[in-house]
């Protein structure tokens, strides 16, 4: 098995906040891993240190054997192969969609128009949204805006795609659009890495699931236990409150 994503004693404050106390984790080639936990536990802090959007104080990530959060790694470099998506979809604006899945092709990877406009509509087709490349963000509902992120992140190509509560912030009739596009991708094989609380989609689609509880895992493993039958008084709770 090739680890994708290896984090090692990963500690990160902001002040005196302690919120991740020495994480330890990987993430294989091919892996679905789900990460669920309270609401503060340090979920989103643990994806935004994976491609440093958070610098972390100690520990060390690598990404397929590379270590990103050495002074030496270049940071275009290693964010290359790392695609994120937002609870809040952070499309430009001012780019039509087609625009927003070619800007970072063309800047980032040196691609030309021509190519980037073919990976970006194959990826577009992928999402189901081949018939709104000319349409603006504000013209697309959040479901869709969000299946364009998924689509502009997939073509950069990433080995590893990061989601942070995708849907969230949809309305509950455009959940299902944007869970069925992620359920693709993981048939696909694409290695994810997904924070969530949408517990349905990390039974179904899970190789395993993350608790996180007060910056630590408390425990991991298949969505069968860990959902199903976890083993920690913390999980049960949480699970409580949101099954
Ligand atoms: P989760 O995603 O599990 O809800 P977060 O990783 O967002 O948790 O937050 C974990 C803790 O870190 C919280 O106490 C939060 O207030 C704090 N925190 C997150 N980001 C920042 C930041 N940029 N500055 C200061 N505190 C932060
Ligand atoms: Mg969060």
Redesign the pocket.
């Known amino acids: 098995m090739t680890e994708l994503i290896e984090i090692k004693n990963l500690n990160k404050s902001f002040g005196t906040n302690h919120v991740l106390r020495g994480i330890d984790f990987t993430v294989s080639q091919g892996e679905v891993v789900c990460v669920i936990g309270p609401s503060g536990s340090g ?2 802090t643990l994806l935004r240190c994976v491609n440093l959007l958070e610098q972390p104080e100690e520990g060390q990530v690598f990404v397929r054997g590379e270590d990103i959060t050495d002074r030496d790694c270049h940071l275009d470099d290693a964010r290359k192969h790392i695609g994120m998506v937002f609870q809040q979809f952070n499309l430009f604006p001012h780019l039509n969609v087609l625009a927003n899945c070619t800007i970072a092709q063309t800047t980032v990877l040196r691609r030309s128009a021509a190519e980037a406009e073919q990976v970006a509509r194959a990826n577009l087709d992928r999402v189901g949204l081949n018939d709104k490349v000319t349409a603006y963000p504000a013209q697309l509902s959040g479901g869709q805006q969000q299946r364009v992120a998924i689509a502009r992140a997939l073509s950069m190509d990433p080995a590893v795609m990061l989601f ?2 995708p849907t969230s912030a949809l309305d509950p009739e455009l959940v299902g659009d944007v869970l069925t596009v992620m359920r693709k991708l993981a048939l696909d094989g694409m290695t994810m890495l997904v ?1 969530t609380h949408e517990m349905a989609f990390a039974r179904e689609v899970a190789d395993r699931v993350v608790f996180m509880d007060d910056g630590v895992i408390v425990e991991q493993g298949p969505p069968a236990e860990v959902i199903g039958n976890p083993s920690h008084e913390r999980t049960r709770v949480f699970l409580k409150r949101v099954l």
């Open positions: 979920k989103s942070d509560e924070v």
